[in-house]
C-alpha cells in the first residue's frame, strides 16, 4: 500500500499528533477542523511542538521546515477526496463521528481506508452508516503519538482482512510503528488497563492511603512508569479519562470501571490536567510540571 496523502480529521490533542507524526514520516497531510480558528491554532501548536524538539538537537531547521510544508489546512471534506487514507480523530462522541463517516463514504473513492482513532466506541456502529463497511478499521494511537511506538489497529465486525492487512503494512512500514491487532470491545486494550489503572489509583486517594505525588513516585519508581497514575491522567485529559470510564461503565455494567467521585469532581471543576493547566498537579503553557 502506498500512501501519499492522508488526511486528519479533527486537530484537537491527537489529531495534531497524528498530522505532526504522518508529515514527519514524508506524507502529505490534509487537516480539517470545525473551525478556521481551531485550525489556525492546531497548526501553530504543531510549530510550537517541532521547536521544542530543535530545542532538544532532536530537529534540524531544515527537517521542520519539510515538516511544516506538508501540513495543509483545508475547510471542506470533500479536499480529501484524493488521500489515500483518512483518520478520524474527533470528540469522543457516536452521532457526531456517524456524521463525518457517512460523508467520507460519499466522497472517498472505495478503495481509500476510512480509520477512527476512538478509543471506546464501536467500529461496526460507525461502519454501518457506509456503504463499505469493509474499509472501516480503527488506527487508536496512544499519546504522546510522537514518542509512542504502538497502534492499536481494530477490526470491526465488517472489516475486511484486506483492509488489515493494508493498515497494518501502513503502520509498520510507513510510520515506523507496532502494530497490535485487536478485535473490537469497548476500550480495547491500553484503554480498558490504563483507565482502571488510574482509577484504582484514584480509589487509594480517596482512601487517605498516600498522597497523589507519593503514588506517582510509588509507580514511577518502584515500576518504572514514565508517568505515575495522576500525571498519566492529567496528560490524557481527566475529561477524556471520565468519558471513557462512563462509556465503558454502561457498555460492561462492571463496577469496576465506575468513575471515582474525585475524578467528576475534579472535571466539573474544570481542572482537566494540561490542557487547562491544572489537574493533579499545576502545568505551564508547554506542558511542563510546574
Known amino acids: ?3 501519499r496523502k492522508a488526511g486528519v480529521v479533527g486537530a ?13 514520516n514524508g506524507l502529505d497531510v490534509y487537516m480539517i477542523e470545525d473551525t478556521s480558528e481551531r485550525l489556525t491554532q492546531a497548526i501553530e501548536m504543531i510549530e510550537h511542538s517541532l521547536d521544542k524538539q530543535m530545542e532538544r538537537w532532536a530537529l534540524t531547521h531544515a527537517e521542520k521546515k519539510l ?8 475547510d471542506s471534506l470533500s479536499e480529501l477526496a484524493e488521500c489515500e487514507l483518512v483518520i478520524e480523530t474527533i470528540t469522543e462522541d457516536l452521532d457526531s463521528k456517524r456524521v463525518i463517516f457517512d460523508q467520507l463514504d460519499q466522497l472517498c473513492g472505495p478503495g481509500v481506508i476510512l480509520a477512527s482513532n476512538t478509543s471506546t466506541l464501536s467500529l461496526t456502529e460507525l461502519a454501518s452508516v457506509t456503504a463499505h463497511p469493509e474499509r472501516v478499521i480503527g488506527m487508536h494511537f496512544v499519546y504522546p503519538v510522537i514518542k509512542t511506538n504502538l497502534v492499536e489497529i481494530v ?12 493498515t497494518k503494512h501502513f503502520v509498520e512500514e ?8 485487536v478485535f473490537e ?7 480498558r488497563l490504563i483507565c482502571l489503572f488510574i482509577n484504582e489509583a484514584l480509589h487509594v486517594l480517596e482512601e487517605g492511603v498516600a498522597s497523589a505525588e507519593d503514588i506517582d513516585s510509588a509507580m514511577r519508581i518502584g515500576y518504572s512508569f514514565q508517568y505515575g497514575p495522576f500525571e498519566m491522567a492529567d496528560r490524557f485529559g481527566l475529561d477524556a479519562v471520565l468519558a471513557a470510564l462512563e462509556r465503558m461503565f454502561r457498555e460492561y ?10 475524578l467528576k469532581k475534579m472535571v466539573r471543576g474544570g481542572h482537566l490536567g494540561v490542557k487547562s493547566g491544572v489537574g493533579f498537579f499545576n502545568y ?5 510540571r510546574l
Not at 515538516?67 to 483545508?74: G, I, N, Q
Open 174 to 181: 510507513i510510520i515506523h510503528k507496532k502494530g497490535v491487532m
Open 1 to 3: 500500500m502506498t500512501v
Open 253 to 262: 455494567g462492571e463496577l469496576k470501571y465506575r468513575p471515582s467521585i474525585v
Open 155 to 166: 477490526r470491526g465486525l465488517k472489516t475486511s482482512d484486506e483492509t488489515f492487512a493494508r
Open 284 to 288: 505551564d503553557k508547554d506542558g511542563d
Open 67 to 74: 515538516v511544516m510544508s506538508r501540513l495543509h489546512p483545508v
Open 12 to 24: 484537537g490533542t491527537m489529531g495534531q499528533g497524528i498530522a505532526e507524526m504522518l508529515a514527519f
Open 185 to 191: 470491545s469497548p476500550g480495547f486494550v491500553t484503554t
